[in-house]
């Protein structure tokens, strides 16, 4: 073929001039039903995008509702009733910072702060030294998922059930003073003044042991064995295979665990009421801690209540346990290790 031929034009009815017509026509039609380009600026949302934005509000605005009734309307509340003197009738008075003055120079309300600190320094360390242990005993025991059971029993019976029992085990004559006894070690007064916030704080380790035990031995079930037999084959103890590899593949666990016992120890309430109170009547002050204050201040069984006090030393706790759960977030913040 010559050049002259190749610049021939190529007559209407030939094949390939029908190929070159069908194909500008696809073209020409695929560019009608494609969308246009989005301008600058301008962001194109697909049909599911859209029907989402439209559920977006009847799905929340429910759930909205429910967190402003029930959560931060009370607490806003309770803060302004913190400024105020009230005795739950009547007009309110406002007093600005007076209540939390009083509070600070209550002598009842420093020995229950101090209380609420040992309970959740005190009780929250001892609670997780033990849950640390049976982990690493659990870890390689036979059997560990009825252990973990009967461990986790505590937390299935009321607080105020335990605490009668945990009353029962520690009076004069219970089980606790016979052992104590037939072993010829000292019986002291265990529910003595000296000795009752040590037994609540006992009795609170013990309540709450099995239920961090059970949340830590789920996040060992997900470590690797592999990793525990390349520390039989290098020769490592328990403890050295707790601190090397089980304590740093469980440390988000650690944490978490760890802010939920900060709120939990701040709330605790009916075991100290049930366990150290009569019969219609509040506990003797000395093992008092913050909530328990909160409620002797609000229902108050003789004299006119406070409601004011009580929001104030409830404002605290509130304060409390946002301080300390950042510093344990920051504390326990580590890169995320992969396995």
């Known amino acids: 073929m010559t050049a002259a031929d190749t610049l021939r034009p190529e007559p209407p009815g030939s094949a390939s001039a029908r190929r070159r017509s069908t194909s500008a026509r696809r073209r020409s039609t695929t560019a009608r039903r494609r969308p246009a380009a989005p301008g600058p600026g301008e962001t194109r949302h697909s049909p599911l995008t859209a029907r989402r934005k439209k559920l977006f509000w009847p799905l929340l605005l429910p759930a909205t509702l429910v967190y402003v009734v029930f959560f931060a309307g009370p607490s806003l509340f309770t803060l302004w009733l913190s400024l105020n003197k009230w005795a739950g009738a009547g007009p309110m008075s406002f007093t600005g910072l007076d209540n939390y003055r009083r509070l600070f120079q209550d002598p009842t309300f420093r020995h229950s ?12 360390g001892l609670t997780f030294l033990v849950s640390f242990g049976l982990t690493m005993v659990l870890r390689e025991m036979q059997g560990r998922k009825a252990a973990r059971s009967i461990l986790f029993f505590p937390n299935i019976v009321p607080s105020v059930v335990i605490a009668i029992l945990w009353g029962f085990l520690f009076q004069q004559g219970g089980l606790v003073d016979s052992v104590t006894k037939a072993t010829g070690l000292p019986s002291p007064n265990w529910l ?16 709450s042991t099995g239920f961090y035990t059970t949340i830590l ?3 060992v079930d997900q470590i690797p064995p592999e990793l525990y037999e390349d520390c039989d084959l290098a020769g490592a103890n328990t403890l050295q295979k707790f601190r090397h590899v089980t ?14 016992w900060t709120i939990s120890a701040v709330k605790v309430f009916e075991f100290i009421y049930a366990f150290a109170g009569a019969a219609g009547q509040m506990p003797d002050t000395g093992v008092w ?5 909160t409620y002797g201040e609000a229902f108050a ?7 004011g006090s009580a ?3 409830a404002v605290v706790m509130l304060a409390l346990v946002g301080v300390l759960v950042v510093l344990i977030r920051r504390f326990m913040r580590r890169d995320s290790v992969q396995y």
């Open 301 to 307: 069984s003789g004299g006119v209540p406070r409601y």
């Open 247 to 260: 304590l740093p593949l469980m440390w988000d666990v650690v944490g978490m665990c760890a802010v939920l």
């Open 113 to 124: 702060f101090t209380n609420t600190l040992w309970i959740i320094f005190g009780a929250g």
């Open 311 to 313: 929001a104030a030393s």
């Open 217 to 219: 031995m789920a996040a």
């Open 192 to 207: 003595g003044q000296g000795n009752l916030f040590k037994v609540i704080m006992i009795g609170l380790v013990w309540t």
């Open 289 to 293: 801690n913050t909530a328990l204050y």
